[in-house]
T-cell receptor, first 113, second 112 residues
Framework: QKEVEQDPGPLSVPEGAIVSLNCTYS??????FMWYRQYSRKGPELLMYTYSSGNKEDGRFTAQVDKSSKYISLFIRDSQPSDSATYLCAINAGGTSYGKLTFGQGTILTVHP | ETGVTQSPTHLIKTRGQQVTLRCSSQ?????VSWYQQALGQGPQFIFQYYREEENGRGNFPPRFSGLQFPNYSSELNVNALELDDSALYLCASSSHRVYEQYFGPGTRLTVT
């Protein structure tokens, strides 16, 4: 079983739709939860990170963590064609795990005008 | 503020050769991590450098090695290249919040 599972999609939605991207993880020691956006042939761009269970909002993006279920989500409101990219969840165990990020496979998102 | 930069952008090598990739960290960041991203996959952690020393390593063989310099820039060296080493190599820098990592554009390595 992979430490982090992410549905690769692809996911295709019309402009203006609400997008839900999800990951599950197996290690309860994970403490920090990140979402990255990666455009084709570019490096990942950090969108948001959160530490605790609950919601964190930044503009059109909301990150949600449920530690009891080992489930994290990213919601994108009013999606735009410029949101078309691969979205990667990444998780860190903190403490002595230094800075190792464990990534999901990535979900390919296309937003149609 | 200068972001993370990597060089070269693209590289083509032959199996068995050696390669060196370079990374300059973001201003104010003292920790550098390297990742390998195969096509269609998420990045895989290779190792991390802090204060010029390796501070953690993923499941990669010893032919993957690195250096960090006093200005926090870093190199990734890969010896005895194999076809499976073809991938996008990403460098990320961070400050004391080591989980908050900012990535460079990557170096695409092709091994033929």
């Amino acid at each position: 079983q992979k430490e982090v599972e992410q549905d690769p999609g692809p996911l295709s939605v019309p402009e203006g739709a609400i997008v839900s991207l999800n990951c599950t993880y197996s290690n309860s020691a994970f403490q920090y939860f990140m979402w990255y956006r990666q455009y084709s042939r570019k490096g990942p761009e950090l969108l948001m990170y959160t530490y605790s269970s609950g919601n964190k909002e930044d503009g059109r993006f909301t990150a949600q963590v449920d530690k009891s279920s080992k489930y994290i989500s990213l919601f994108i409101r009013d999606s735009q064609p410029s949101d078309s990219a691969t979205y990667l969840c990444a998780i860190n165990a903190g403490g002595t795990s230094y800075g190792k990020l464990t990534f999901g496979q990535g979900t390919i998102l296309t937003v149609h005008p | 503020e200068t972001g993370v930069t990597q060089s070269p952008t693209h590289l083509i090598k032959t199996r068995g050769q050696q390669v060196t990739l370079r990374c300059s960290s973001q201003s104010g960041h003292n920790t550098v991590s390297w990742y390998q991203q195969a096509l269609g996959q998420g990045p895989q952690f290779i190792f991390q450098y802090y204060r010029e020393e390796e501070n953690g390593r993923g499941n990669f063989p010893p032919r993957f090695s690195g250096l960090q310099f006093p200005n926090y820039s870093s190199e990734l060296n890969v010896n005895a290249l194999e076809l499976d080493d073809s991938a996008l190599y990403l460098c990320a820098s961070s400050s004391h919040r080591v989980y908050e990592q900012y990535f460079g554009p990557g170096t695409r390595l092709t091994v033929t």
